[in-house]
């Protein structure tokens, strides 16, 4: 049964310092995030994976290409997979955010919220459409391969709440980690979740 696998890319620069990045200002993997990814990539070679595609975002280029070249094969970049819009709330920190905005980020994953709206910030209904129309294309025109998938932490979990009915809170507490991998399954045109932040057993103790 064909799998699509969604990986978050390693640790950057911007995870250690919280501050918001976005799309827009580049942050690279940290070391540490290179070690993270070349471990994911390990596991993944005991699997066929035949296409990799790759949000158009350093820090997930990067992942891509250390995965690649332990694979040794190319990716492909989609914007679909893109990291969300921050609006004006690129190069705050997160902090500073929730200390003076409140549950900004739980509000994220509600239908709409006017303050999110006014800083310009995507929608999580906005990211679920991209990441639904990415789902079903790889059904439709490669429903006999395996998929990797690297992007960030809200389009994984607009691919988990794709498949379940989970509500705002449940996503905003679910955490996906760096380098992580999120395994769906496709059986029949319809997915299956196999598995969450799949990671290399020495990171779970201390993550």
């Known amino acids: 049964m064909p799998l ?14 919280r501050v918001l990045v976005g799309r827009h200002i580049e942050a690279h993997l940290t070391e540490q995030g290179k070690q993270q990814v070349a471990d994911a990539a390990k596991q993944l070679k005991s699997v066929q ?3 990799v595609y790759v949000s158009p975002v350093i820090r997930t280029v990067e992942t891509a290409q250390i995965v690649c070249k332990t694979l040794g094969m190319n ?9 969300i819009e921050l609006g ?9 955010v929730t200390t003076k905005y409140g549950d900004l980020f739980l509000r994220f994953y509600s239908e709409s919220d006017p303050v999110l709206a006014n800083f310009g910030v995507e929608t999580f209904a906005s990211v679920k459409k991209r990441i639904r129309s990415l789902l079903d294309e790889v059904l439709q025109n490669y429903e006999d391969s395996n998929i990797l998938m690297v992007t960030h932490l809200d389009p994984i979990k607009a691919a988990l709440a794709a498949l379940l009915d989970l509500k705002p809170e449940a996503l905003y507490r679910w955490h996906i980690r760096n380098a992580s991998l999120t395994i769906l399954k496709q059986e029949s045109k319809v997915y299956s979740l196999s598995g969450v932040n799949v990671m290399a057993m020495h990171r779970y103790p201390n993550e």
């Open 4 to 17: 699509v696998i969604f990986m978050r890319h390693g640790q950057a620069e911007n995870n250690v310092s």
């Open 75 to 83: 990716y492909e970049i989609d914007e679909r997979l893109y990291e």
């Open 88 to 96: 004006r709330l690129v190069g705050m920190n997160y902090e500073e």
């Open 49 to 51: 994976i035949d296409r």
